[in-house]
């Protein structure tokens, strides 16, 4: 069974991992790192930025994935990934326009992700029991 909307959210977060790595390039660079952060603020932020993608995305994607095999509706399935590609643009730059405190992108980047997370797992748990 093809998987093609997974595989469009997917395509889309490997995209904004590889432009949030590349930030953290840039930055080392610039700043003459090559490992770490040198206790940079800036890059401190960058690295984090990246790193939280990537500490949700498995998650969030297969359980994606795991909705679109078992036949979860479409629209759904739409629903939590877009919201789930706004929340992950969100959150890196509500933390690098916020200093690394407090920002509404940062705080709704979150809140979003947490509940795309909640609502693909209810939704999987819903499959299990159809």
Same mark, same amino acid.
């Given at each position: 069974m093809p998987v093609k909307i997974t595989a469009l959210y997917l395509s889309l977060t490997a995209i904004l991992a590889l432009v949030l790595a590349f930030r953290?390039?840039? @930055? *080392?660079?610039?700043?003459?790192?090559?490992?770490g952060t040198g206790k940079d603020k800036d890059l401190t932020l960058c690295v984090r930025c990246h790193g939280n993608l990537l500490?949700?995305?498995p998650l969030v @994607?297969?359980?994606?994935?795991a909705a679109e095999l078992?036949?979860?509706?479409?629209?759904w399935l739409h629903?939590?990934?877009? @919201?789930?590609?706004?929340? *992950?643009?969100?959150?890196?730059?509500?933390?690098?326009?916020?200093? !690394?405190?407090?920002h509404p992108? *940062?705080?709704?980047?979150?809140l979003v992700t947490?509940?795309?997370i909640l609502?693909?797992? !209810?939704?999987?748990?819903?499959?299990?029991l159809v």
């Open positions: 953290v390039v840039r @930055l *080392r660079r610039s700043r003459k790192i090559g490992v500490e949700y995305a @994607l297969l359980m994606l994935g078992n036949g979860a509706d479409s629209t629903l939590c990934g877009g @919201l789930w590609v706004i929340a *992950r643009v969100l959150h890196p730059w509500g933390l690098t326009q916020g200093g !690394g405190g407090y992108g *940062r705080f709704l980047g979150t947490w509940l795309v609502a693909l797992a !209810g939704v999987n748990l819903g499959l299990l």
